[in-house]
């Protein structure tokens, strides 16, 4: 095979490659919003191959997630914990349902989540800001707590106001409480007076799942431990039977059971009055694991989907105006060989679009940003090279040679253009974040596509256009 065959095999290989991948998205784009729903939850395969579109242009929420270092164990470098965090974070998100979510780390103790097209916002903050820490603590039920109230309304202690910053009983109420006990709030309303230590925690956890029974016929949530936490949770009721079993997430008691004998398979349930959606998301957190430290939220942007399809309408306004306007120009001022340039343009933004579709990228605002950048690059390698070709037909070559000059001489300068472009894109890649590397992803892309379009493409069909003739003069 020669040269030239080789270069169409590519032409129509990359071609069709880039319609294929973009099929889907063809696809997916005219569904109505009940079809999109039902593929969704039946995980098509067509869901995995669209090209999807960022949180500012569909609609979603921006989180940016302060870890608390205060609250980190001694021995855990605070790195780690931020890994382990956003790796439990991942984990809760994907059993949440959100597709193609942005989850990374930033600065020392931050963390940016970027949920494109959720429909629940509150639901999903409440999943992924939730520390998950579950612990069973016994409660001491020898009425002491009653008595520490009563000290504490005798000197005057408010108790709507027991706990400090740092969510801790006050040091006057430390002081009125036994010691090995603690006093946490309840779910519903209350205080229960529990051991320090726990008995038991969710780190035993193999499985969590909401279900519906119980005497009222209620949502609730059921835990399986593993082998250790069922030999230590059969230890633990086996040993306190008749006293109640404190069932602690986060610090706040959700039901305190009075355990009547021994269990010995490494069930429980966790009830608190849950609707089917709460039972489901703590579920989900409890499976995922605790965070290793509490976390805060910073910041909270939600983009609506309304906003989302403005963005949309505004950014395929400003491409296709913007390739209307540079085409017109092309084809009105370099006639028949500007025809064939816009020719590659067009081409160029397909391959474009399929390359992103292969690579699962997520289209932003940024990213539309850059692929109007990537149109003008386009368009300077092409006038290089047609303003190259003028001045060699200007010089008396013939067009065939002037051609291939063209080309052989505006070569070194488009590579030194795009290739100073690829540096401050890849800087831009490696220290940016969110929708800046969404930004240096795609201008990456299309300063590859269009260097391949405007040196090799339109080449070929120069080539293709002289072959077998000869032609006096060039329309350019």
Known sequence: MDLKKFKWLIFWAVLLGSIYVLWPTFLWYRMTPEEKLKAQQTKEKIVNKILNLGL?????????????????????????????????????????????????????????????GIKDPKAAIDLIGK?????????????????????????????NNVYDENNKPKKEFVDLIPKGYTILPGKEEGYFLVTTTSQITGAYLTDAKMKIGGQYNMPYVGLDFNPDGARIFASVTGANIDKRLAIVLDGIVQSAPVIRSRIPDGHAIIEGNFSAEEASGLAIVLRAGALPAPVRIIENRTVGPSLGRDSVKA??????????????????YYKTSGLIANSALILNLVVLLGMMAIFHATLTLPGIAGIILTIGMAVDANVLILERIREEIRNGKTV?????????????????????????????????????????????????????????????IYDVWLSGRQVEKLSI
């Open 315 to 332: 950014g395929l306004v400003a491409c296709l105006v913007g390739l209307l306007l540079v085409v017109s120009y092309m084809f009105f």
């Open 131 to 159: 520390t998950a820490l579950l612990e069973f603590r016994l409660v001491d039920d020898t009425g002491a707590i009653e008595k520490v109230l009563a000290k504490a309304r005798e000197m005057g202690i408010q108790l």
């Open 400 to 460: 065939r040679v002037s051609i291939d000059l063209g080309y052989e001489k505006a070569f070194s300068a488009i590579i030194d253009s795009n290739l100073t472009t690829l540096i401050a894109a890849a800087f831009l890649f490696q220290f940016g974040t969110g929708p800046i590397k969404g930004f240096a992803v795609t201008l990456t892309l299309g300063i590859i596509t269009s260097m391949y379009t405007s040196i090799i493409v339109t080449h070929q």
């Open 56 to 116: 500012d242009l569909q609609g979603g929420i921006h989180l940016v997630l302060e870890i608390d270092d205060t609250k980190i164990e001694k021995d855990t470098n605070i790195q780690d914990a931020l890994t382990r965090a956003i790796e439990i974070i991942r984990n809760r998100i994907d059993q949440f349902g959100v597709s193609e979510p942005f989850i990374a780390k930033q600065g020392e103790k931050w963390i940016v989540v970027q949920l494109p």
